[in-house]
C-alpha cells in the first residue's frame, strides 16, 4: 500500500535559519513520482516539484532544494535562509504510475511557521 | 484566468440539504481531480475523471457524493442530503495531457454544515 509520512507536524524557525521538512514513502511500485506542495495561509496549493522514482539528483531552486534518496524512501525538503513568507503547511505526495489513476496520496503536511 | 478557479468560495448550508460545488480546470487540461480537506488535515482523493468519464472514484465517502464532467471542462461535485462530516474545504486539480502526474490546485471550496 502506498503511503507518506510527514513525521514533523509543526516546525517554528526563526527567520534566516535553514529548516528541513522530512518526508518518507512506501510504495511497492518501481515507477513513482513524488511532489511537495506548499498552502499558504490563503489556502491554494502551490506545485513546488515534481520527481520521478529513476532520478535521484538532488535539485536546487534558488532557496529551495531537495533531497532524494531511494535507499531510505525519503523525499527531504530544505529551505535556506527562511523568510516569513516561507510560513505555510507544507505536503509531500506520492503518486504510481502502475494504475494509471494518477492520484495523489499526500501526507499529513508539516506546518512552518518562520518567525520574524 | 490561466488557473483552476472553484466556486462558491465559501458556501454554508444546513444539514440535509443539496449542494453543488464547480471547478473550471485550466483550459487543455484532461485530467480533473477532486479532493477533500478537513480541518488541520491532508487531502482525501475524493474522484478522478479522464475527459468526461470517471475511472477512479474509489475515494467517494458515500453514496451521497458524485460527480460530473462535461465537454472536458467544468466538473461539479454534487454532495446529497449533507451532514456536519461533510464540513471541509474541497480542493479541485487538473493537470494536462502529457504531463499527467503534475497537479495543479484550485483554491478550494470552504463547506460549512450546520
Known amino acids: 500500500a502506498q503511503k507518506v509520512t510527514q513525521a514533523q507536524t509543526e516546525i517554528s524557525v526563526v527567520e534566516k535559519e535553514d529548516v528541513t521538512l522530512d518526508c518518507v514513502y512506501e510504495t511497492r511500485d518501481t515507477t513513482y513520482y513524488l511532489f511537495w506542495y506548499k498552502q499558504p495561509p490563503s489556502g491554494e496549493l502551490v506545485f513546488l516539484i515534481r520527481?520521478?522514482?529513476?532520478?535521484?539528483q538532488n535539485e536546487i531552486s534558488g532557496r529551495y532544494s531537495w533531497n532524494f534518496q531511494k535507499s531510505t524512501s525519503s523525499f527531504n525538503f530544505t529551505i535556506t535562509a527562511s523568510q516569513v513568507v516561507d510560513s505555510a503547511v507544507y505536503f509531500c505526495a506520492l503518486s504510481e504510475a502502475r494504475t494509471g489513476a494518477n492520484n495523489l496520496f499526500f501526507g499529513t503536511g508539516t506546518r512552518l511557521t518562520v518567525i520574524p | 484566468g490561466a488557473g483552476v478557479s472553484q466556486s462558491p468560495s465559501n458556501k454554508v448550508t444546513e444539514k440535509g440539504k443539496d449542494v453543488e460545488l464547480r471547478c473550471d480546470p485550466i483550459?487543455?487540461?484532461?485530467?480533473l481531480y477532486w479532493y477533500r480537506q478537513r480541518l488541520g488535515q491532508g487531502l482525501e482523493f475524493l474522484i478522478y475523471f479522464q475527459g468526461n468519464s470517471a475511472p477512479d472514484k474509489s475515494g467517494l465517502p458515500s453514496d451521497r457524493f458524485s460527480a460530473e464532467r462535461t465537454g472536458e471542462s467544468v466538473s461539479t461535485l454534487t454532495i446529497q442530503r449533507t451532514q456536519q462530516e461533510d464540513s471541509a474545504v474541497y480542493l479541485c486539480?487538473?493537470?494536462?495531457?502529457?504531463?499527467?502526474?503534475?497537479?495543479?490546485f484550485g483554491p478550494g471550496t470552504r463547506l460549512t454544515v450546520l
Open positions: 520527481r520521478n522514482s529513476f532520478d535521484e
Open positions: 486539480a487538473s493537470s494536462p495531457p502529457l504531463f499527467t502526474d503534475t497537479q495543479y
Open positions: 483550459s487543455g487540461h484532461t485530467a
